[in-house]
């Protein structure tokens, strides 16, 4: 499964933005989820070429069993939109309409940390281990309305496309894109429609669902205080400038090690 899409920004790295499942985020993946879902039908058969788009080839002299039973052609297309102005019927057309910020809380969940395990040893053996805090966490909800295209040639074709997309969405897919942080609200249908295209009719309907994704910062934790240095010294202050006592110094130096050994 592939959505390819290749992010060309550096911004993400550089302010430690770990998930934006924003726009581009969930529209390939349920793009991706859907070619996967498809390639194991035997009539709506969907084929990827060598770089991983629908393999949509020209049909001349191609027989019409071709794609069922080999990779000659995808039988369905499903992507955002047409490349390369082709048009390949049946189709599925994902589209983003529209997409709003839910804060979880009004400070973004600030004051949130994530840790890891460091682990101290003595000269006797004695383990101590504490939570090493690595990086600050950051974290909100997008809400968001989504709908897939059905274009076909075929009032049963249709029909069918829009069942089998909904049953994916509802039940079959559900859980697939929950964990891949996308979570699908009940989805509707639009009327279906039809209109002339050339010789022929395209009959088309809608399926309009609402999504719910989540954004993601994890901020380094670059510096730890490892040990406090004191240090002491005996002066006479009624001087100007004060007189400092020679070999009075006292400097005392706790480490994280021992601070921890006490408890």
Not at 9 to 38: C, T, W
């Amino acid at each position: 499964m592939s959505s390819n899409n290749i992010y060309t920004s550096d911004l993400n790295k550089l302010h430690g933005l770990v998930q934006s499942s924003m726009i581009v985020y969930p529209k390939e993946m349920i793009i991706a989820h859907l070619r996967d879902y498809f390639s194991n039908d035997s009539y709506y058969h969907y084929v990827k070429d060598q770089w991983g788009f629908p393999n949509t080839p020209d049909h001349t002299d191609l027989p019409l069993g071709a794609g069922t039973t080999d990779s000659t052609t995808t039988r369905i297309y499903i992507g955002e939109n047409y490349r390369h102005d082709g048009i390949f019927y049946p189709c599925l057309l994902v589209k983003l309409n529209s997409m709003r910020y839910v804060p979880i809380s009004i400070n973004r969940e600030r004051g949130k940390y994530e840790t890891e395990d460091r682990i101290y040893e003595d000269g006797y053996g004695n383990q101590l281990i504490y939570k090493n805090p690595t990086k600050f966490l950051f974290e909100g909800i997008f809400e968001g309305s989504m709908s897939i295209d059905v274009m076909t040639r075929s009032l049963r074709s249709r029909d069918d496309l829009i069942e089998l997309v909904l049953m994916y969405l509802v039940d079959i897919g559900f859980e697939s894109l929950e964990r891949s942080g996308i979570v699908i609200k009940p989805p509707s249908t639009s009327g279906p429609s039809e209109r002339d295209d050339r010789n022929d009719k395209i009959y088309t309907q809608s399926i309009s669902f609402d999504i719910r994704t989540e954004w993601k910062r994890e901020i380094p934790i670059k510096n730890i205080v490892e040990s406090i240095l004191f240090s002491i010294e005996f002066a006479n202050l009624q001087n100007d400038p004060p007189i400092v006592a020679q070999n009075l110094t006292i400097s005392t130096e706790y480490s994280l090690t021992d601070l921890l050994s006490k408890f």
